[in-house]
């Protein structure tokens, strides 16, 4: 990729354009003119150049990121002409191949999903269909998953939603150790920490169900089960389900009311 244009200056697109060039991306980055103070600040610390218009961002690009908010998404389509086979990842939650086709006729459409850890180029980076250019343009900024299908991409996206989730819990939980008495930093150590030694376990045991990686600790007579037998007879998944159901069903809707 010889250039990348952004369309939509935003909280995600900023993490994206930090990611890449954190990987060393030396190509020519564009920016849309909107949000520019976001714009100004990226433009003077990662090397961008803000272009006067969403069409001279398409101009001179090879390819485009589209990170508007799905409700400004027929605003930019109605300003931009895109050339025949131009490539468009879309990071819009919710919006359809079908739907990005029919907004911006002509152009090579793939969705993506991903969080703020592109910034660190630790994020989890989500492409549906299959697309060898899209996997190299982002692959650095994280772990590439290439879902089969827009239904597995819906599911992406409800799991892209636990990660914001995941910081609530996890606040909780540090919460819990400091109104105990533990200094702040500490208990936020120890929350961090230990969710990181249960992810390096997890990841490196890809033959085991979480389950049973949970199963191998909670054994009985320990300390672990006496608190599990609690959280299992309290309704805290029952709740993460429902929480998942509500954002599926805003997905499904909005992909649906397109058609
Ligand atoms: N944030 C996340 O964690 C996350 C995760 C996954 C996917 N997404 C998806 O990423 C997209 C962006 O989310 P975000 O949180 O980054 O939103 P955001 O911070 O609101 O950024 C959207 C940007 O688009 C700009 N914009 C709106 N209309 C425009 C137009 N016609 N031309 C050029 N720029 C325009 C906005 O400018 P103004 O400020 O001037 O309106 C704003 O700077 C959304 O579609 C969302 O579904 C976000």
Redesign the pocket.
């Known amino acids: 990729m010889h250039s990348l244009g952004i369309?939509?200056?935003?909280?995600?697109?900023e993490k994206v354009v930090i990611g890449l060039r954190r990987s060393g991306y030396t190509g020519a980055i564009l920016l849309?003119p909107?949000?520019a103070e976001?714009a100004r600040v990226l433009s003077s610390e990662h090397g961008c150049q803000v272009l006067e218009s969403?069409q001279a961002v398409v101009d001179a690009a090879e390819t485009l990121l589209l990170?508007?908010?799905?409700a400004?998404l027929a605003?930019?389509a109605a300003?931009v002409q895109l050339r025949p086979g131009q490539g468009l990842l879309s990071?819009?939650?919710g919006v359809s191949l079908e739907q990005l086709a029919k907004a911006f006729p002509g152009a090579q459409c793939v969705r993506v999903?991903?969080?703020?850890a592109a910034q660190y180029n630790q994020s989890t980076v989500v492409v549906c269909p299959a697309d060898a250019l899209t996997e190299q343009a982002l692959g650095s900024l994280g772990e590439l998953v290439v879902v089969a299908d827009e239904a597995a991409f819906e599911l992406a996206t409800v799991a892209?939603c636990m990660n914001g989730w995941f910081y609530y819990l996890l606040h909780d939980l540090q919460h819990w150790l400091s109104d105990k008495g533990l200094p702040a930093d500490q208990a936020r150590a120890l929350v961090l920490g230990n969710l990181q030694d249960c992810l390096a376990s997890a990841r490196r045991q890809p033959g085991s169900s979480l389950q049973a990686l949970g199963d191998a600790i909670a054994t009985p007579g320990t300390f672990t089960a006496d608190g599990l037998a609690v959280l299992m007879h309290q309704p805290v998944s029952a709740t993460w389900g429902a929480a998942c159901e509500v954002v599926l069903d805003g997905l499904l809707t909005r992909s649906r009311l397109g058609d």
Request: avoid cysteine; hydrophobic fraction near 45%; charged fraction near 20%.
């Open positions: 369309l939509g200056v935003g909280e995600l697109t849309s909107r949000n976001r969403n990170g508007v908010r799905p400004a605003e930019l300003q990071l819009v939650a999903m991903l969080s703020y892209a």
